[in-house]
């Protein structure tokens, strides 16, 4: 499996914050790191190391990973007319079959 970047900063952030690692302020701190790095903001872990992580987790993770890449991270992705939507059409194959059924209301398998 791909190594996650670089968000150590993150966690510790968000454990320092909150007494403890909240996933779904982890992950939406994550997405806006991500959204700041595709609209070119060179001082975030690139967005496509971010993304493939991401795909990788969608492939081969387990159940409970996977609940948390679809409802922590792809949930909280800029929606159409927001800056960084575009971000969405560069989700891999697999990512992109999540986000499909998370906004469906389908089950994530």
Avoid: I
């Avoid at 914050?17 to 070119?40: I, K, N």
């Avoid at 903001?41 to 387990?62: C, N, Q």
């Avoid at 159409?80 to 999540?98: F, K, N, Q, S």
Wanted: proline share 6%; charged share 25%; aromatic share 14%.
């Amino acid at each position: 499996m791909s190594t996650f970047p670089d968000f150590d900063y993150v966690y510790v952030n968000n454990v320092e914050a909150y007494g403890e690692f909240a996933p779904g302020l982890f992950f939406w701190e994550v997405v806006q790191v991500t959204v700041r790095s595709y609209l070119g903001d060179r001082d975030e872990p690139d967005w496509r190391s971010t993304l493939d992580f991401m795909e990788a987790v969608a492939r081969s993770g387990g159940q409970e990973e996977r609940k948390a890449v679809a409802f922590h991270f792809l949930w909280n992705l800029p929606n159409r007319g927001e800056p960084g939507h575009e971000l969405v059409g560069e989700l891999g194959p697999e990512l992109t079959r999540v986000l499909d059924r998370v906004q469906h209301r389908q089950p994530v398998d």
